[in-house]
């Protein structure tokens, strides 16, 4: 791919926002509420427990209420916490995601970015695609202060990444063709390869500097060097791999 997108889409936790610093800031304070002593593992574990359960509610095995009381449940288990009832295990995730809104930020690098993006000649169509839950992923834009982005997320869609459905469905209701498309997200295989094969340019943004074997997809450090690779596509330069 040699020249400009026509339209860039992006992930939005761990691409846009600091999703993981604003669950460990969160999850710490939960245990200090509630006078339970943090391991070195407690963040990981909440992590851990985040993955698991919100993947089986994309897979439909868990309602996304049921996915909350899940992880929260384990991970009190794991700290030494009685056992709780569904009320009291929703009420203990209610004051996790008090603490957890409280902490949204965008990662340094995105104000700057979508200025670089705007400020290109016949800038790109720029959107939001997320596996997240609608309702609460527009209030993280919102509180981020991107609240006007375009926005698709996959429980209103029927399908999730990395699908290629998915991906082909924003390209047609955004009028481009996939080759046309560059989608930048934090996660290797549901955002980059994912997207890649739907036929999109799918760039990693591997701000953790995670090894990839893989001489494909293109795999960026931060934000600024894609508004790099923006600014020299007029040159006709590919992104390096």
């Known amino acids: ?84 009832s569904r009320a009291d295990s929703l009420s203990w995730f209610e004051g996790y995601l008090a603490r957890y809104e409280s902490s949204w930020r965008p990662f340094d690098d995105v104000r700057p970015f979508l200025d670089a993006v705007a400020a290109l000649p016949a800038p790109p169509l720029v959107a939001v695609v997320t596996n997240g839950h609608q309702m609460q992923q527009q209030a993280k834009l919102t509180a981020i202060g991107l609240g006007s982005m375009t926005m698709y997320a996959s429980s209103t869609m029927g399908v999730r990444k990395p699908d290629p459905h998915l991906f082909l469905q924003v390209c047609d209701d955004l009028g481009v063709a996939p080759e046309q498309a560059w989608f930048i997200g934090d996660d290797l295989e549901t955002d980059a390869v994912g997207s890649e094969s739907a036929g999109l340019h799918g760039i990693w943004l591997n701000r953790a500097a995670t090894t990839n074997r893989r001489g494909r997809p293109s795999r960026a450090a931060s934000l600024t060097d894609i508004a790099t690779w923006l600014q020299t596509t007029t040159a006709h330069h590919e992104p390096s791999r």
Request: charged share 25%.
């Open 1 to 84: 791919m040699t020249t400009r997108p026509r339209a860039l889409l992006m992930d939005l936790d761990g691409t846009l926002m600091d999703h993981a610093g604003a669950s460990a800031h969160a999850i710490l304070a939960v245990l200090a509420d509630r006078d339970l002593s943090p391991t070195e593992d407690s963040v990981a574990l909440w992590r851990a427990l985040e993955a698991e359960h919100f993947q089986r509610y994309l897979d439909g095995e868990l309602t996304f209420e049921e996915q909350r009381v899940a992880r929260i449940t384990a991970f009190l288990a794991a700290h030494g916490a009685v056992a709780l």
